[in-house]
């Protein structure tokens, strides 16, 4: 059932059994886990279920340290939250990124990758993924059905693997917008927002969550366990707002709530003049109904040896002029409604075709060579080898694990937004491991491409500030509730508890204790499915206790 908390009574009492903070990945995730389940579930969204302006504004931020995009360019405060702007590449974490790593301080998961591979193939299929297979050797086949070929490059350079979720599944609002309709015990409100987690006057039990709209009205949830899945900069915004009972806010006893923000910093860093072309790496590929995209990475025996942490290399195609243009009008002709396009200006499929240029100029530049973009599509659509005859030159765009950073954080401003909560301050912070990681990484490439006579790269990374201007973070907040067994290096325990608090939880990528290589939202979405198990049991034994201490004060 979706309900728009405006129609309520204002200091209305929602009562529920769960009781789970955003309507994103890992809320939606989270509900629909419980839909026939024994338990009422509410579902608090702080949107509706289309961009609005005033909703989206909540998100504005003041940025310190590393310059950053403005944060209300890389989410969606409504129904699907950012999967509203997801590209959908989807990938699991690599075995390394779980383990401790001498080299990278605060590495390792409390959880190994074994305990997550389960996980993994049921968020496949919450993302309509058909396949488990992420190896190369998976897809080399069909692959070269389709006469893509991988570079005979030595076994420490690795072809990552990516899937791309269908159209169907990528927007979560919209794809499962009608289950949540139709659960008789879930229960979403709309244009909820959540502005306090109470407690117990000890603060080891939340008791419920104070609940606002932007028109003023106030209401009220009590729940058995309340989770917070708002995403990577949200979720401790909340818990330092949450600060009634304890001055610094939830779960930071010892400081940690907001801290060890990361990202994955990307960066143009140089281009490569490729003997022949190699087509697997420059596009998307599809091989039946699944489509495909690759990367170059290093082995995990080379990270050991290097000392550095993990990453991926794009080739991105320099193409002509009246190809760039196409592409434009292209985009220009499949861009999303005006609302969301004006709201969302860096963001969208086809970011890579925008340009300075207007439609009528790249009009202009495909009449002049229609015969060209003919036998182009002709190709296309005929042409087995068309993928295999790209452009030569390209530029390599590195996308590279964050370590860990004490002081890349999360804190509160001074400035309140329109619901009275304090907006966020973000400083975000490299550490000299995640350059180094990416300056050696394409010293490695370049060497490996000259010495297999492959192609020749130019390297245009160096320790000038002037050549990191350009890095930018590829909009995966993770890492601000981190994960550990241990309260003194960690926000929540090993299933997403806030630590010293009974019944709040955390999902969501801001429980990564590292960010690893592969974009956030599959282990994101992994790790809500394994909360909901926890819950479930979790509930069922509580449920059982309750039961045996009725029948002993019976007899």
């Known amino acids: 059932m979706l309900i728009d908390i405006q129609e309520l009574s204002e200091n209305t009492l929602i009562e529920s059994d769960i009781c789970i903070v955003g309507g994103g990945a890992a809320g939606i995730t989270l509900a629909r886990e419980f839909i026939d389940q024994p338990y009422q579930v509410c579902l608090l969204e702080s949107g509706g279920l289309d961009f609005e ?65 389960p ?10 993924l058909g396949s488990d297979k992420y190896d190369f050797a998976d897809w080399e086949d069909a692959f070269k059905e389709l006469q893509l070929h991988r570079l005979p490059l030595p076994e420490q350079i690795e072809t990552y693997i990516w899937q791309i979720v269908p159209p169907t599944h990528l927007r979560f609002g919209q794809a499962y917008r009608a289950e949540l309709e139709q659960a ?46 708002v995403g990577g900069i949200e979720n401790p915004r909340l818990l330092l707002a949450s600060n009634q009972v304890q001055s610094n806010g939830l779960g930071n006893q010892h400081d940690l709530v907001g801290r060890f923000f990361m990202e994955h910093p990307h960066l143009p860093s140089g ?31 080379v990270q050991e040896q290097e000392q550095i942490l993990n990453f991926s290399a794009r080739l991105i195609p320099q193409l ?90 999360i804190k509160l401003s001074a400035e309140r937004d329109k619901l009275g909560i304090n907006r966020v301050q973000l400083d975000w912070r490299l550490s000299p491991i995640d350059k180094y990681t990416m300056q050696r990484s394409q010293q490695i490439l370049a060497e490996e491409f000259a010495h297999s006579g492959l192609g020749q790269v130019q390297n245009e990374l160096n320790d000038d500030d002037t050549f990191w201007q350009p890095v930018r973070g590829s909009y995966h907040h993770m890492g601000t509730t981190r994960m550990s ?71």
């Open 320 to 409: 002509p002029d009246w190809v760039k243009a196409f592409n434009n009008l292209k985009y220009r002709l499949r861009q999303q409604p005006k609302t969301v396009h004006e709201a969302f200006p860096t963001i969208g499929e086809g970011q890579r075709y925008r340009s300075d240029t207007s439609a009528l100029e790249d009009l202009s530049k495909v009449i002049a060579n229609l015969d060209r973009v003919a036998a182009r599509a002709y190709a296309k659509l005929f042409d087995k080898s068309f993928h295999s005859r790209q452009s030569n030159l390209c530029q390599t765009h590195l996308i590279g694990e964050q370590a860990p950073n004490p002081d890349s954080r």
């Open 184 to 229: 008789s015990n879930i229960k979403t409100y709309l244009h909820a927002n959540v502005v306090e987690v109470e407690t117990n006057e000890v603060a080891k039990t939340a008791t419920r969550l104070r609940v606002a709209t932007l028109e003023g009205k106030k209401f009220w949830v009590s729940a058995k366990a309340f989770i917070l899945a």
């Open 485 to 555: 067994t241990n309260p003194k290096q960690g926000v929540v325990n090993e299933n997403c508890r806030v630590h010293g608090i009974s019944n709040l939880y955390v999902a969501g990528s801001s429980v990564f204790p590292t960010s690893g290589l592969s974009n956030p939202t599959l282990t994101l979405i992994a790790l809500a499915v394994r909360l909901a198990d926890h819950l479930k049991e979790t509930m069922a034994n509580q449920s059982t206790t309750v039961k045996a201490e009725d029948l002993q004060t019976a007899g």
């Open 271 to 301: 281009k490569i003049l490729l003997s022949n072309p190699a087509a697997l790496y420059t596009q998307n590929i599809r091989v039946g109904e699944t489509f495909l995209a690759t990367g170059l990475g290093l082995s995990q025996k």
């Open 119 to 128: 996980y993994y193939q049921r968020a496949r299929k919450v993302c309509g």
């Open 53 to 117: 302006e005033a909703t989206q504004s909540l998100y504005e931020a003041e940025h310190i340290g590393v310059p950053f995009q403005p944060l209300g360019e890389s989410r969606a405060r409504y129904l699907g939250g950012s999967t509203n702007l997801w590209g959908g590449w989807s990938r699991p974490f690599d075995d390394i990124d779980f383990e401790d790593r001498p080299w990278m301080p605060y590495s390792g998961w409390p959880i190994p990758k074994a305990e997550l591979n």
